[in-house]
């Protein structure tokens, strides 16, 4: 019996570690393409329609926001509720404690972290890059720090919009790609177009 049970945990782990290798060169298409469009578009906007003394789009936390949402698209923390909801909570609290505590970086800092994952588990919305924004708002740079809780709204909202908007085309492209996996998210978008679609027939 235990031999049985030996010789099957075996199989498992064979098995599991040989799915764990395989390289889907497809997937890994798409992941890098997603990608690419996706921060991409953010500095392009960056780049020519921003002046350097205006706004910034482009921060660090973005990039580990592509590796959930273009590279484990079927991960509960790379979903959209939790992709724009863990961002913009963490992005609240990091700004309000700048905003409210003393300049005092060993205080402040992981203050806006450790409670942006606390507000993050109470609202459902587990984001890790949602910790890096956070910070990103007490340690960032002067013209971050002068946007005050304009910062919610760029660059963190407007980009966090132009990352999902990309995952929702490139994630979705070939039939074993989908998301997000909440089919309720995915119906209702599948509705809204039907209605535009059958709408634009009729006029």
Not at 55 to 63: A, M, V
Not at 149 to 158: A, H
Not at 190 to 195: D, H, P, S, Y
Request: charged fraction near 15%; proline fraction near 4%; charge should be positive.
């Amino acid at each position: 019996m235990v031999k049985k049970t030996i010789k099957r945990g075996l199989r498992v782990s064979r098995y599991v570690i040989y799915k764990e290798t395989l390289v889907d060169y497809k997937e890994h298409f798409w992941s890098f393409i997603g990608a690419f469009i996706g921060i991409g578009l953010i500095a392009f906007f960056q780049h020519h329609i921003l002046t350097k003394e205006e706004n910034i789009f482009l921060i660090g936390s973005f990039g580990a926001s592509s590796v959930l949402i273009y590279g484990a698209i079927q991960s509960p923390l790379a979903q959209p509720r939790n992709l724009i909801g863990g961002h913009l909570i963490s992005a609240f609290i990091g700004v309000t404690i700048y905003k409210l505590l003393p300049d005092i970086i060993w205080l402040t800092a992981p203050l806006a972290v450790a409670l942006s994952i606390v507000a993050m588990q109470i609202t459902k919305t587990l984001h890790p890059p949602g910790g890096a924004t956070a910070l990103i708002a007490v340690i960032g740079s002067e013209k971050i720090k002068t946007l005050g809780y304009f910062y919610l709204l760029s660059p963190v909202f407007t980009g966090t919009m132009i990352l999902f908007i990309i995952a929702l085309i490139f994630n979705n492209i070939t039939p074993h790609r989908k998301y997000p996996t909440d089919k309720r998210f995915t119906n209702s978008i599948r509705r809204i177009f039907i209605k535009k679609k059958q709408f634009d027939s009729i006029t």
